[in-house]
Structure formats: C-alpha cells, structure tokens
C-alpha cells in the first residue's frame, strides 16, 4: 500500500532513540531542550515549548491566549477537528469563517464580518502546507486586540513574505505526528516570540506549577501550583527522534517540492482536474497535495477516483471533512451549506501520496493510475 503520506526512519534516527533510553533522564531532560531551541532556531523564533502532541500544543496555546468561557475564537471549517476544538477544552467557542477560493485557507473579508466583542483569537490554519493570509490576520488581530494562533501543523519550513512560518502570528503550533514532516512518534511544539506566552505554554505543560517561586529559600521542596494545567510533556525518546528528523528538514522540504513539480508537470493537461497553487510571496511547505476533481468537466466524480485509487493500493484520502459538519458541530447548531466555498472544495478534494521518501516508481504509479482513470471515464459516466 501506497499512503498519503509516510514517515522516513533512518539508522541514525534509532541511534538518537537509544541514545535517549540509555541516559539519565527519560523525560524533561537535555534532549528536550535541544529539540525546543533547533525548532525554534529553524522557524525564527525566540521561544519554542514542545508538547506530547500538536492537540495539546493548541490547546496550550488557546490558554496561553486566556480564552475562557464565553469567549469566541474565529477558524476555518477545512481542518482537523483539533482546531476547532481547543477552544472548547477552554470553555471558549470556536466560529467558523469560510476560506479562499485558491488556497483554501481562511478568508480575511469572511473573517472580518464574523468578529464579534467575544471575539479573543484568530485561528487561521497553513493548509496543506501553504501559509494562511497571514498579514491580515496580523491587521484584523491589532485592530481587534485579538491573538492570532496559527495552526501550523501542515506548514513547518513555509514562508509568507520572506519570514518562515512560526516566526509571524503571536503563536505557532506544529505537529510531530508521523504523517507530517517531522515524526516524533506523538509530539507537537509552540513557537513564539513572547516571552509571556512562553512562561505560560511552560506552565500549562507541566500542572500549571510556577517552580520559580522566592518561598524555595526558606521551603527548598516548595513549588506552587498556581493555575490549573495538565501533563502535556514531550518525553526525551520523543524530542531526540524530533531533533534527529529536524537536521534533515532543508532536504526533507527540497524533496517535497520536487515531487509537487513533478506532479505539476504530469497532471498539468487532465480535464477537470485542478491543482494546488502556490502564491508568489509564498514558498509551500507541501505537506498534503490535494487535487479538485471537477465532476461536470472531468466526467468523473471525486468518488470513482478515490475507490479506483484505493483499488490500486494507493490510500488516497480527503483533507478534510468541512469540521462543522461532524455530528458534534452539528449538535452544536452548525449546518451543511453555511460555507459555500470550503463545503464546494470538500465535494473535489483529494490528497495524492506526498512524502519526502517517496521512490520514483510510487510516484509513477500515481501518475499511471490517474491516466488510466482519466482513459477510462467515460465508461462510468
Ligand atoms: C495533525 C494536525 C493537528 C493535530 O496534531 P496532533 O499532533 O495529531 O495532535 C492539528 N491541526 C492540524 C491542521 C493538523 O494537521
């Protein structure tokens, strides 16, 4: 089986893991901090707070941003239900605004018309890989004196204007989930610029205990549990698979954006199929390559080519399932056909393999399937 996506563990990957297992700590200790300050490093950041996923990450995130009960954070429907979601661990509720035409992710004007006296935090999401409108979530968020925490869990080596990604928004959560650049096993990280959201992500991390407080001169076993946290620790097993992965992270990205080229080129000239776009001021990141099949023009539906996909072992998927049309949002009070454009994209989208391992010939079989769909359509139309 071909996947969407697939982790790549070298020799030296395992060495750092053994490594790991054979020193003094196995959670908290000199790996944790090396992995921190190589992301940090990486994206442009001062601070970088590792957490045992990138849901945890968020959700540390939206407590860092003191999002409460009552108060709204604005995202987009085209993500993984953990964006959505961390606002509501916080008693916060997230509102969805709908997403550009082109790259699918959140669009400022529909942003904008959404931003309410609850409104707290702008949670734009770097789809696929490719960064949200990032500017205007910075303007909309000074305007509004709101906090943007920008999922990028898809998007670890993008640029917007020349800046990588994690560097920008007050907040920048990553994913160390094996399906995306990074495998950490589990894993996720916070990179900010802030020193005060730091403090805070470090905090939230670890039960919100304050371990610098002044009473440990006279009570030297002192430490002060001041605002309740969780256990959202990245042990050094994790962090020295992370800080391994990372040092291939430049040819990890070149490789990517070979084969999104690649991919350009042979699909450029099928019917009704339609290609991610990558804007001038930007540089893609390519964690997903998801093609719009346009049913009426290629005469074939977004479902034919999955199932006929899958047939051949490749384990195409679809990024994503608009999140307020899960049953919980629609509890919620969230209904199919609020989003025009991201509920239009979600009836085409589908997710080619797209992973810096990728071999020559997994890719021409992609290539070779799709051609054979595109040959025989007609039959099924
Ligand atoms: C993977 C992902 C997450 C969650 O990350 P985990 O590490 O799996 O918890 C959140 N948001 C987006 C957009 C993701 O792709």
Same mark, same amino acid.
Do not use: A, M, V
């Given at each position: 089986m071909l996947s969407y996506s697939r982790q790549e563990i070298l020799e030296e990957d395992i060495q750092a893991v053994v490594d790991a297992l054979r /020193? %003094? /700590? $196995? !959670? +908290?200790g000199d790996r944790l901090r090396a992995f921190e300050e190589a992301v940090a490093e990486f994206v442009g950041a001062k601070y970088g707070v590792a957490f045992s996923s990138g849901t945890a990450a968020l959700h540390a995130a939206v407590s860092a941003a003191e999002v409460g009960p009552g108060d709204e954070g604005i995202t987009t429907p085209n993500t993984f239900c953990a964006t959505a979601n961390c606002l509501i661990y916080q008693g916060g509720r997230p509102v969805f605004a709908d997403v550009a035409e @082109? !790259? $699918? !992710? $959140? @669009?400022p004007a529909a942003v904008q018309a959404r931003i309410t006296p609850k409104t707290k935090v702008l949670l734009p999401v770097d789809y696929a890989g490719h960064p949200a409108d990032l500017d205007a979530m910075a303007a909309l968020a000074d305007k509004h004196g709101l906090t943007v925490i920008e999922d990028a869990c898809h998007a670890i080596g993008a640029r917007y204007r020349g800046q990588r990604v994690g560097s920008i928004s007050h907040m920048s959560v990553f994913s160390f989930h094996p399906v995306k650049h990074i495998a950490a096993g589990e894993g996720g990280m916070v990179t900010t610029n802030d020193s005060k959201f730091a403090e805070r992500l470090r905090r939230f991390r670890d039960h +919100?205990?304050?371990? /610098? !407080? %002044?009473?440990t001169a006279t009570e030297p076993w002192f430490y002060a549990m001041e605002n309740l946290g969780f256990n959202y620790r990245l042990d050094e097993m994790s962090c020295a698979l992370g800080f391994s992965q990372l040092k291939r992270i430049e040819s990890n990205l070149n490789a990517r954006r070979g084969w999104a080229m690649r991919y350009a080129e042979a699909l450029a000239?099928? %019917? +009704?199929l339609r290609l991610p776009v990558e804007q001038a001021d930007c540089d893609h990141a390519w964690h997903l390559y998801p093609i719009r099949i346009n049913e009426r023009i290629a005469g074939i539906d977004r479902r034919t080519v999955f199932c006929g996909m899958r047939e051949a072992g490749i384990r195409v998927q679809v990024h994503y399932i608009p999140v307020h049309r899960h049953p919980y949002y629609q509890s919620m009070g969230w209904r199919a056909g609020q989003f025009p454009v991201a509920e239009a994209a979600y009836e085409q989208i589908l997710s080619l393999p797209m992973f810096h391992g990728m071999q020559q010939a997994e890719w021409q079989s992609v290539i070779d399937c799709l051609t054979r769909i595109w040959k025989e359509r007609r039959c099924h139309a």
């Open positions: /020193s %003094e /700590s $196995l !959670t +908290g @082109d !790259t $699918l !992710t $959140l @669009d +919100g205990i304050n371990r /610098s !407080t %002044e009473q000239d099928f %019917e +009704g």
